[in-house]
């Protein structure tokens, strides 16, 4: 049957040879799980009939690769594992290769290129001119469907009908998915629908799948659906499996489930609580304790109120805080309290201590408002100039994003954004599609300040673009459409700046340099006033740059003040 030279083991009703792969098996109840299933080992003295599901390769170590592995022939003395096995080798009916194949139809062995190529291809059929899969004749040059060509169709969904690829018992992926969210979603609960829409609606829904199936995640949304975990942001922050949990709140987020929280100001509180009770001295950790309540995170909670940012920045809360608790456990070493310290010990402290040293600044001027010590002195550092990219640099690496077709477009549209606009990427990362916008002509433009910024091409075309089709990186659980115009793989988050700048260091681009470069252009080109308005920049700012640049507007920022 199979058309492959093997040993006959029986024969069809008609004589035919078949092999032990083609050869009918009649279904016993298996020794094991109970089932009439097709027998795989028959029963021995030492144990009963073992069926295709239940039977496994006894373990050996290969005689090829070395590894220990499930093996055939073990008894043979001759253990091969599956990865070493050669596999049989047929002439492929649709590109005439000889290659293992995947299915045998009606026209011959089909390799797992043409498989896969042959149930993806769709098209205009010649025929009924219906939009189907076309499977005649063979290969690529099919013009018709099944109906049309008269064969019988090769892959249904036993469920909705569509022609697709089998994913799971006859199932397409999409209704595979569906079942397997609903079944672990519980029906889904009410509360839970938009997760459930969601899931399903996913770009990838083979993943989608996979991470239902596998994922610590998708245990997780078990627990929710069944009652036994509470639907709230205490019981996901006490979860045993944090990542996994951290996940599933960004999911129920995205859909509604859960209030939105800053999670970035939660972790520098979890954090803030961790490395001040760890302080040994009772005073230090009281002193600690309400530098970190009323300086740092008072100062972190105002500018998370204030501020329009996709995300709290934490960093140098933390670094302020750990000078701190560095200076008083260097005062300890040396016997000094707060209250005696001197200037020659601040010295010392900044000769001697990390290179955060002077971060201890915002601590000693708390404590000194509380009257736990006197004023120092503290010199600030030396102001470092940035270095930016040379000219001819800038506008190679412009020309390659813009005209590149091999680099992703996302990074072509953010390295843009950078080299051309001056946008820093936690900017970047914070645009949302509304922000793109075209007028009767087709002009793209960008709101990136209080004016829409023009967007020539071929860039409008390349951001057109990503608006429309090419923002694959949206993880599961994300609402459909995704508001972020560089969405990331966290559900209803966007790309990470640091994750954005990993990538953009992969082109040669250094984000720092290269927007430096492009602010003393723009500078050299624009008014300090437009410069401003366009790109979002602060008034003294502006003067900054264009003074830099050699431009003449330096009064910029004293007239926005009068006129404040």
Known sequence: MCGLVRVVTARGADGAAMCFACAPRPARPCGRCGRARPIAQRATQGGPDICVSCFRLPAATCGRCGRLRPCTFVAAGTPTCASCSPRAVATCAHCGERRPPCARWPEGPVCEACYRATLARRGTCGGCGDERRLVSPPGAGARWCCDCAGVPPLARCADCGIEDRPYADGRCVRCALAERSARLLGGPRAELAGLHHAILSARQPYSAHNWLARSGGAAILAEIASGALALTHEALDAHTRPGAARYVRQMLVAGGVLAAR???????????????????????????????????????????????????????????????????????????????????????????????????????????????????????????????????????????????????????VAGSLVLLYAQQLSRIVAMTVDQVTSDENDDVYLSLGAGRAPVPEPLGSLVVELVATGRPYVGLGSPAPASWLFPGLHPGRPLHPGHLGERLAKLGIDARAGRRSALMHLAGQLPAAVLAEMLHLHATTAVHWVAAAGGDWSNYAAQVARER
């Open 262 to 412: 800053d999670e970035a100001l939660v972790a520098l509180e979890a954090w803030v609580t961790e490395h001040v009770e760890s302080v040994s001295d009772p005073e230090h950790r009281r002193l600690l304790r309400a530098y970190a309540t009323w300086g740092v995170l008072r100062r972190v909670r105002q500018r998370a109120e204030q501020a329009k940012a996709v995300r709290t920045p934490t960093r140098h809360a933390k670094t302020r805080l750990l000078a701190a608790i560095a200076f008083l456990a260097w005062l300890a070493e040396r016997d000094r309290s707060l209250a005696d310290t001197q200037q020659g010990d601040i010295e010392a402290w900044l000769d001697e201590g990390p290179a955060s040293a002077r971060e201890v600044k915002d601590f000693l001027g708390w404590a000194a408002q509380r009257k736990a010590t006197g004023r120092f002195e503290m010199p600030s550092p030396p102001l470092r100039e940035g270095t930016a990219l040379d000219d001819d640099q800038r506008w190679t690496i412009v020309a390659r994003l813009l005209h590149d077709d091999d680099l992703c477009l996302t990074d072509r």
